[in-house]
């Protein structure tokens, strides 16, 4: 096995011209990374530790699926990192909180594969992570790119209202028994997606037999905090 190096600001550098654009609540920027190809890559070849995961409790994850999270910590944030955050929290500045914002300094990835071929009315646990009765203005903002070329269905949000979090008994859940999708955000190659998190979401799939084998579903996930908000 040959170690290799690389630089953190040339892996994950953005594309020289970034065109957000707001609809239905949701900022789309496409072709975010400049080389997504060399991140796909390097995902690729990444070990993949279980998440959410106890040996000391039953789980549907290694049984009906493999969920994983790769946390690549930024152990010295350069200028041109935080150059980067700037950009994305300054257009979420234009929509949402107009303070600062904080979050975790690291790369994290979602990693997921099917060991089934579940039908579509299963899909990933909707959950929020701001209070649903949070304004939008006061919302953690929710920063997914997606990065798999697959690139199968995407992310819902759902109409209804909170239940208790299982996913890490159950990743999965059969949606339609309490949830109507209100939105199906759709996944793109190099995508980036930003939204608030006061909303009902989940990971969404089309079509399970297209991330089983050797196929993984990645997605980069980010949250911006309001400054001052906590």
Excluded at 30 to 40: G, H, R, V
Excluded at 153 to 172: D, F, H, K, S
């Amino acid at each position: 096995m040959t170690n290799k190096v690389y630089s953190n600001d040339t892996l994950f550098r953005f594309s020289e011209k970034l065109e957000p654009r707001m609809e239905d609540g949701v900022i789309y920027i496409d072709n975010l990374y400049e080389d997504p190809e060399a991140i796909y890559e390097w995902l690729e070849n990444q070990d993949r530790p279980l998440w959410k995961y106890s040996e000391e409790r039953q789980s549907a994850n290694t049984v009906d699926y493999l969920d994983c999270r790769i946390i690549h910590k930024i152990g010295f944030p350069t200028r041109l990192y935080n150059n980067q955050m700037d950009m994305l929290t300054n257009i979420c500045r234009k929509y949402w909180w107009t303070g600062d914002y904080y979050w975790d300094e690291c790369y994290e990835f979602n990693a997921f594969q099917s060991l089934k071929d579940h039908g579509p009315e299963i899909q990933h646990y909707p959950h929020i992570d701001s209070a649903l009765d949070s304004p939008d203005s006061n919302s953690v903002i929710n920063c997914i790119v997606y990065m798999d070329k697959v690139a199968n269905g995407g992310t819902a949000t759902y109409e209804g209202t909170w239940i208790t979090n299982r996913e890490e008994v159950n990743l999965l859940y059969p949606v339609g028994e309490l949830f109507d999708v209100k939105n199906i955000i759709p996944a793109k190659f190099n995508r980036l997606v930003m939204f608030p998190g006061n909303c009902l979401h989940g990971g969404y799939i089309d079509d399970y037999s297209k991330y089983m084998g050797d196929s993984w579903r990645y997605t980069q996930v980010t949250f911006f905090h309001p400054q001052g908000n906590r």
